[in-house]
C-alpha cells in the first residue's frame, strides 16, 4: 500500500493531508481537489478564532461582544465546548488565559476533526482508498478500511531524531503536547514535571484537550484522572522516563 501526502503551512504550523491506495494517480486527483477546499476552511477558522486578529470572533468577545457573538451557532458550540473540556478535566484544562477568553487550545483540534469530517472522510465512499489521515503539528486524525493501518510514531522530546513509541491504528486520533519545540507554552496549575504527554483516542478535539491537560497539571493530578477516565497513550517525564497508560492503566517503562 502507498500513501501520497500534501503539506502545506497553515496557522504557522505545518498541515499534512495523507491518502493511502495503490492507485498513485487517484491519490493525486484527490489531493488536488481537497487540499484547497482545506486551506480555505483553516484561513476562515484562524479569521474567526485567532486571538491575535483583532476582527476575530474571540477578540471579538474579550472586547464585550459575548451577547451578540452567542447569535452565531459555531462560536457558540466551540464556547460551550471549552467550559465543559474545564470541567471534564477538574479544571486542567481551561481556556481563560491572563483572565481573557482564549480557546486557542481547543480550537486547532477541533479544526482538524471537523474539517477531516465533512471534507476527508467522505473521500472513504471509493473503495480504492484505503485510508485518509490529517495531520496538524503532529495532531492526526485519521480513518481506514480494507484492513490498512495507519504506524505512527512517537517523537522523543529528549531527541527528536528518535522514535520512543509507536501505534499501530486504524481508526481515531491522536495529539501530542509538550515543551521540545516551543517550549514552556502551556498554563501550568500543577507541578512542571513532564515533557510531552500524547493521548489517543476515537476524536481529536477529546485528546487535544487531554493531552494540554496533561502538562498543564503534572504527572501526579493527570494520574488521578487517567485512572478516573481511562485514558490511552503515554507521557515523559523530565528525567526521561516514559510512562505507558491503556484504558486508565498506567505502567512505567525504562528512560526514553
Keep these: 500500500m502507498k500513501v501520497k501526502s500534501e503539506t502545506f503551512e497553515k496557522m504557522n504550523i505545518p498541515f499534512t493531508v495523507s491518502i493511502a491506495t495503490e492507485n498513485h494517480s487517484l491519490a493525486l486527483e ?19 478564532y485567532s486571538p491575535f486578529i483583532e476582527t476575530s470572533l474571540v477578540c471579538r468577545y474579550q472586547d464585550g461582544e459575548g451577547n451578540a457573538l452567542f447569535g452565531n451557532d459555531e462560536f457558540k458550540e466551540i464556547f460551550a465546548a471549552t467550559i465543559i473540556a474545564k470541567e471534564t478535566t477538574d479544571g486542567a484544562f481551561d481556556p481563560y488565559f491572563s483572565n481573557h477568553y482564549d480557546p486557542t487550545g481547543y480550537t486547532k483540534g477541533w479544526a482538524i476533526e471537523t474539517i477531516f469530517r465533512q471534507i476527508l472522510h467522505p473521500l472513504l465512499v471509493d473503495k480504492e ?6 495531520n496538524g503539528g503532529g495532531d492526526l486524525q485519521f480513518e481506514s478500511q480494507n484492513n490498512f493501518y495507519w504506524n505512527i510514531g512517537i517523537e522523543n522530546p529528549l531527541n527528536l531524531q528518535e522514535i520512543i513509541a509507536s501505534y499501530h491504528l486504524e481508526n481515531g486520533s491522536l ?21 510531552q504527554v500524547t493521548v489517543y483516542a476515537s476524536n481529536l478535539t477529546y485528546s487535544d484537550v487531554w493531552a494540554t491537560a496533561g502538562m498543564s497539571v503534572g504527572e501526579t493530578l493527570f494520574n488521578k484522572l487517567i485512572i478516573k477516565y481511562k485514558l490511552n497513550g503515554i507521557y515523559v517525564k523530565h528525567d526521561g ?4 497508560f491503556e484504558r486508565g492503566r ?7
Design 129 to 134: 482508498i484505503s485510508g485518509i489521515c490529517f
Design 250 to 256: 498506567i505502567q512505567n517503562v525504562d528512560a526514553a
Design 30 to 48: 484527490y489531493l488536488q481537489a481537497v487540499v484547497p477546499q482545506i486551506k480555505k476552511e483553516l484561513t476562515r477558522i484562524e479569521n474567526d
Design 175 to 195: 495529539a501530542t503536547s509538550g515543551i521540545s519545540k516551543r517550549a514552556q507554552h502551556i498554563t501550568v496549575v500543577g507541578t512542571a514535571d513532564l515533557m
Design 241 to 244: 522516563n516514559l510512562v505507558i
